[in-house]
């Protein structure tokens, strides 16, 4: 089974800086997907970025974007030019491939960080 | 464009008293659908998910039971709730993956409903 691991339980950046958030994840599968949700204090899951496992290019998204290391199995997302909307807890999640036989991928979802973002 | 909408969004219930929560899916047809508890403002844990009418299945074994009457609508049941039931429950739908088109590259995610059991 996968798992997903976010180290940091809480981190904290000033505005408009730049901070790191950590995700590892644990599979034997070589395509799977993997993502970055947000979830602000209205507690509505938002998804910020995704990457999929056979692109090498790692993923952007204006503001955020992720450093994946296949080898490693590493996932860190970027958030540049910090602004106080980007408080929120940040999820990491893997997705298995697609099994052919089946049209349902399921979500692994890590334990979550908590940014705070001061002014 | 795609909506999708939970109800109640908060709920106080007693132990022992039924529960339903409704999650309903605008704007698409045929998606799976997805129920999700998170416990203390933590990690996700997936109860059941549906890639179709009356297609539930069960991720965690426990006091809960999901059921898809209509293509768009997912409900979340139990006959007699726990204390260890409490926490926000959120509904989830995507894309289902088809041959030669891919699909359920990621999941849309309802404003939850916050349940307290007490």
């Known amino acids: 089974a996968q798992t997903v691991t976010q180290s940091q339980p809480e981190m904290s950046v000033q505005e408009a800086e730049t901070v790191t958030l950590s995700c590892t994840y644990d599979?034997?599968?070589?395509?799977?997907?993997l993502f970055w949700y947000k979830q602000p204090p209205s507690r509505q899951m938002i998804l910020v970025i995704r990457?999929?496992?056979?692109?090498?290019q790692n993923a952007t998204e204006n503001r955020f974007s992720v450093n994946f290391q296949k080898a490693a199995k590493s996932f860190s997302l970027k958030i540049s030019d910090s602004q106080l909307g980007d408080a929120a807890m940040y999820f990491c999640a893997y997705r298995s491939e697609i099994d052919g036989g089946t049209s349902y991928g399921k979500l692994t979802f890590g334990q979550g960080t908590i940014l705070t973002v001061h002014p | 464009s795609q909506t999708i909408h939970q109800w109640p969004a908060t709920l106080v219930q007693p132990v022992g008293s039924p529960l339903s929560l409704e999650c309903t899916v605008e704007?698409?047809?045929?998606?799976?659908l997805y129920w999700y508890r998170q416990a203390a403002g933590r990690g996700l844990q997936l109860l059941f998910y549906?890639?179709?009418?009356?297609?539930i299945s069960s991720e965690v074994p426990q006091n809960l039971s999901a059921s898809r009457p209509q293509d768009r609508q997912f409900i979340l049941s139990s006959k007699k709730l726990l204390l260890s039931d409490s926490g926000f429950y959120l509904c989830a739908w995507s894309v289902p993956w088809l041959v030669g088109a891919g699909g359920d590259n990621e999941q849309f995610f309802g404003p939850g409903t916050r349940l307290t059991v007490l």
């Open positions: 704007g698409t047809s045929n998606p799976n």
């Open positions: 549906s890639v179709g009418i009356g297609q």
């Open positions: 990457q999929e496992a056979y692109k090498q």
């Open positions: 599979t034997s599968e070589s395509d799977y997907y």
